[in-house]
């Protein structure tokens, strides 16, 4: 009769299945805050722009200072993109709004949140000026939602 012992135990199991899960987690929020930054990049990018929706008033540059993304990791923002540096204002509301939404996903979850902070922006993008909405169907394609929600 053959006999086979294992030389590990079922800790080393563990460890080993965790560590490979921590890899993939971090490289799932990596890839996520790099989207992330990309549509708040192209959000504010289209707003000094001449495109067809772009191009809304910077009176205080506080809407446009307001668009970021953030990363929330069971409950906690870990991380977050605030790029245009004009509005302090702006990225202050965008920041508040971000953590008012982060409480909102679940403290088991991972998400990505993406905002315009300035409660204005709504009727902003009510008259015709695109704010978010286009970052936002990008975001989508990037990550294959079009196909499975559309």
């Not at 000026?129 to 286009?134: F, N, W």
């Amino acid at each position: 009769m053959i006999s086979i012992e294992a030389d590990f135990s079922f800790d080393d199991l563990e460890k080993d299945m965790q560590s490979e899960l921590d890899k993939w987690f971090d490289a799932l929020a990596q890839k996520l805050m790099q989207t992330g930054k990309s549509i708040t990049d192209q959000a504010i990018a289209k707003v000094k722009t001449n495109m067809p929706g772009g191009s809304f008033g910077n009176i205080t540059y506080n809407l446009r200072s307001s668009i970021g993304c953030g990363l929330v990791v069971f409950g906690e923002i870990k991380e977050d993109y605030f790029p245009f540096g004009k509005g302090d204002v702006g990225q202050q509301h965008g920041r508040e709004l971000m953590a008012k939404v982060a409480t909102e996903i679940s403290k088991d979850d991972i998400g990505l949140i993406f905002v315009a902070g300035e409660k204005y922006g709504v009727f902003v993008q009510q008259k015709g000026y695109d704010v978010t909405d286009m970052s936002w169907i990008s975001y989508e394609k990037l990550i294959g939602w079009e196909q499975s929600n559309g």
